[in-house]
């Protein structure tokens, strides 16, 4: 089975800053997709940003970028110019491009505190 | 166009009783997962419902736990017998077909407390 490691449990950043996320995974496929979600306290699950496998460039949503290396099996989430709303959970995620592939494998999360 | 929709928000049931958790998915989507988070962690998936069939159920544990999808109304996901261990966040998410748009769109989540 997949597994997806996320191994930064809390992180912090200076409003306005940037901060990197971490992400690395383990799957012996070469097609799949990638996802960062976000999760505040409300608990509601945001898509943030998603990545093709077969891409090689790297996807970006306004002040949201991923850093995809496919060889080493890593997919890092960078957050600029970081606002107070940005706090919240992070979870990265995996999911089989297969037809028979269609759960997603979520890593343990990152909890991001803005300092303002 | 309504996203996807959970009820109840908050769930609060002694050991022994029954826990119906219901998912109505996104206008169109006919695709329903079924995730489970346990405090601290991230989310687990549980099960894989298409109209009326389940077609992945390998996270679901053997006992106690089942799902189904009709073909009209929600999806359901039922605790029986609840335990303390059962209490966590519940989410559904929903998809347009099968390998589709490859995301899956969540719901708030149902809070179930065991007491």
């Known amino acids: 089975a997949q597994t997806v490691t996320q191994s930064q449990p809390e992180m912090s950043v200076q409003e306005a800053e940037t901060v990197t996320l971490s992400c690395t995974y383990d799957?012996?496929?070469?097609?799949?997709?990638l996802f960062w979600y976000k999760q505040p306290p409300s608990r509601q699950m945001i898509l943030v940003i998603r990545?093709?496998?077969?891409?090689?460039q790297n996807a970006t949503e306004n002040r949201f970028s991923v850093n995809f290396q496919k060889a080493a099996k890593s997919f890092s989430l960078k957050i600029s110019d970081s606002q107070l709303g940005d706090a919240a959970m992070y979870f990265c995620?995996?999911?089989?491009?297969?037809?028979?592939?269609?759960?997603?494998?979520f890593g343990t999360g990152t909890s991001l505190t803005v300092i303002p | 166009n309504a996203g996807v929709m959970q009820n109840p928000r908050h769930l609060v049931r002694r050991r022994g009783q029954e826990a119906r958790l219901r998912c109505s998915p996104m206008?169109?989507?006919?695709?329903v997962y079924w995730y489970r988070q346990l405090p601290e962690e991230g989310l687990k998936f549980m099960v894989y419902?298409?109209?009326?069939?389940?077609?992945?159920e390998s996270g679901m544990p053997k006992e106690r736990f089942s799902a189904e999808f009709p073909k009209e109304g929600p999806s359901i996901l039922r605790i029986q017998q609840v335990v303390r261990g059962d209490s966590a966040a519940y989410f559904c998410?929903?998809?347009?077909?099968?390998?589709?748009?490859?995301?899956?769109?969540f719901g708030p989540g149902t809070r179930l407390t065991v007491t």
């Open positions: 419902l298409q109209k009326e069939n389940i077609i992945d």
């Open positions: 799957t012996s496929e070469s097609d799949y997709y």
């Open positions: 995620a995996y999911r089989s491009a297969s037809n028979t592939g269609n759960q997603f494998y």
């Open positions: 990545q093709e496998a077969y891409k090689q």
């Open positions: 998410a929903s998809s347009p077909e099968y390998g589709g748009s490859y995301e899956q769109y």
């Open positions: 206008k169109g989507h006919s695709h």
